[in-house]
C-alpha cells in the first residue's frame, strides 16, 4: 500500500493543477476523510466470484452520511453493478484493478451512475424528484487505468451494458479507465439529460454538467456504438480519449425527448483505430450548443470525422409530433486532423458505393450483417447538405490511393448506384 500512497499524492497534487479548460474543478480534500473498501468495510479480491455491489454502496452510503471523502479501491478483481455515487464522494481505483459488471444473460445494466436517488414508482415523480442531482464527484484509476471488463461475454438481444452512466450531476471527473468490451450494445461512458414533462431550462442542473473525462479509453468497441455517448451534457471536456473499434466521441444526440441535446462540448487529442470514426456529429432531433475538438488521430478507421444531417426518430415523433432535423450551434469545429490509411476499419454496409472496388476482395462481413471489416475510406464524411455548419481545419491524410487529395467527402464524390444492390453483388461474388 506504501507504492499506491505515493500515486495518490501525485493524483491529488495533478488534479489540484487543473487546466484552465478544464470544466471540473477539484473539490477533493487532499486532507479529507478517506476510507479503505478492503480495510474499513470487507471487500473481497475473490476474482470476481462475488456480486459484491452492496459492500462499494455501503462504502459510499457512510461517506456521504459524513460528508463525503476518498474511498481506496485496492488493486484487485471483484465483480459489482448498479453503484451509485453521492454528492462530495471520490472513487479512487488503484491501477490494474479489474471491475467485471453483475450481469444477467439478456438484461441491461450499469457498473456505476452518477445520479441523484429518487422514489422508485418514476410515475410519482415531482418536479422537485426530478430536479434533484448530486454533485462534486470523481471516479478515477491512481497511478494508471483501472479496468472495467466485459470482454468474456458475447452479445445477446436484449442484453446491454455501460460502464458509467451519468445524467443529473454537476462538476464530475472521470480519468484513467480502461473498458475492455466485446462488441457489446451501448457505450462505455454515456451522457444524458433527464427528461422531463416541466420546462427544465430554468433548472440549476438539467444534464450531466461541468465535467471532466480524460485519459479513458476502449478496446473491441462494437461499430454501432463506442467509448461516449453524448445525449445530455452542457459544459463537458474530453481529453486524450482512445477506442479500438466503434466511435470515441460518439456525440449522436439521439436518445428520445424534447430535452435530449448537448452544449458547450470541448475536446482534446482524440483517436480512434480500427473503428468507424473519431468524432461523429448525429443530431437526429436535437438542438444542439457548440462544439470545439482539437486534435483527431484516426488509424485505420473508416473515417476520422462523421456530420450527418439528422433524421427524426419514429420514437420521437410519437412523442413530439412537432421535432425538426437537429443541428449543431454555429462555431462549432474540429481542428488539426490526422488519418492513417488502413484495411481494418469498421465499414456500414450503407458505404458500399464509397468503397473503391479495388478493395471488394479485403472486405469481410462481420457484424450483424451490417458492417464490413475492411479499407479507410477517407478523412471527413459530411453529409450535412448545409443543415448546420461545422469547420473543418487542418487535414492530413495517410497512405491513401484514393481520396488522398479530397479531405472532406460528400455524398456527390460516392459511386452512382444502389448500395444494398451493390452489396447483394458482392455477397454473390464471394460467397457470403
Not at 176 to 200: A, E, F, W
Not at 242 to 270: C, P, Q, S, W
Not at 279 to 288: D, E, I, K, T, Y
Request: contains cysteine.
Amino acid at each position: 500500500m506504501k507504492g499506491f500512497r505515493v500515486y495518490l499524492l501525485i493524483a491529488v497534487l495533478a488534479a489540484l493543477n487543473v487546466s484552465v479548460k478544464a470544466k471540473y474543478t477539484e473539490t477533493m480534500d487532499p486532507n479529507g476523510l478517506t476510507k479503505n473498501a478492503k480495510t474499513d468495510y470487507g471487500l473481497v479480491d475473490d476474482r470476481a466470484k462475488k456480486n459484491q455491489s452492496e459492500v462499494f454502496q455501503k462504502a459510499i452510503d457512510d461517506l456521504a452520511e459524513k460528508g463525503g471523502g476518498r474511498l481506496i479501491v485496492p488493486k484487485g478483481t471483484y465483480r459489482l453493478a448498479g453503484v451509485k455515487l453521492k454528492s462530495n464522494i471520490h472513487l479512487l481505483i488503484e491501477a490494474g484493478t479489474i471491475l467485471k459488471p453483475y450481469w444477467p444473460e439478456g438484461t441491461k445494466t450499469v457498473v456505476f451512475s452518477m445520479d441523484a436517488e429518487r422514489p422508485a414508482n418514476k410515475k410519482k415523480w415531482t418536479e422537485k424528484d426530478e430536479m434533484a442531482y448530486i454533485e462534486n464527484v470523481s471516479i478515477r484509476g491512481v497511478g494508471g487505468p483501472f479496468i472495467i471488463d466485459y470482454s468474456d461475454r458475447v452479445r445477446v438481444k436484449g442484453g446491454g451494458v455501460r460502464g458509467i452512466l451519468t445524467k443529473m450531476v454537476k462538476n464530475f471527473l472521470i480519468e484513467n479507465m480502461d473498458v475492455r468490451d466485446n462488441y457489446s450494445v451501448y457505450c462505455g461512458i454515456t451522457l444524458t439529460p433527464q427528461q422531463t414533462k416541466h420546462d427544465s431550462s430554468k433548472w440549476p442542473v438539467s444534464r450531466s454538467t461541468d465535467g471532466k473525462v480524460r485519459n479513458c479509453r476502449i478496446f473491441n468497441a462494437s461499430p454501432g456504438y463506442g467509448l461516449t455517448q453524448l445525449h445530455g451534457a452542457q459544459s463537458v471536456h474530453f481529453e486524450d480519449i482512445y477506442a479500438d473499434g466503434g466511435v470515441t466521441l460518439r456525440m449522436e444526440t439521439g436518445a428520445v425527448g424534447d430535452k435530449t441535446a448537448i452544449y458547450d462540448i470541448t475536446a482534446k487529442n482524440v483517436t480512434n483505430e480500427n473503428g468507424r470514426c473519431a468524432v461523429m456529429f448525429g443530431p437526429h432531433s436535437a438542438m444542439n450548443g457548440v462544439v470545439k475538438v482539437d486534435g483527431v488521430v484516426s488509424k485505420s478507421s473508416a473515417y476520422a470525422v462523421t456530420m450527418g444531417k439528422g433524421g427524426v426518430k419514429a420514437a420521437e415523433l410519437k412523442h413530439n409530433p412537432d421535432a425538426t432535423d437537429g443541428i449543431f450551434a454555429e462555431g462549432s469545429y474540429v481542428k488539426n486532423i490526422r488519418v492513417i490509411f488502413g484495411k481494418t476499419a469498421q465499414i456500414k454496409t450503407h458505404a458500399m458505393m464509397s468503397i473503391p472496388e479495388e478493395y471488394y476482395d479485403d472486405l469481410d462481413l462481420v457484424w450483424e450483417n451490417k458492417f464490413f471489416r475492411g479499407p479507410s475510406i477517407g478523412g471527413v464524411k459530411d453529409t450535412v447538405e448545409g443543415h448546420y455548419k461545422i469547420d473543418i481545419e487542418n487535414v492530413t491524410l495517410e497512405g491513401f490511393k484514393y481520396n488522398a487529395k479530397k479531405p472532406v467527402l460528400t455524398a456527390e464524390d460516392a459511386r452512382p448506384g444502389k448500395w444494398a444492390a451493390e452489396v447483394k453483388k458482392w455477397k454473390e461474388d464471394h460467397g457470403k
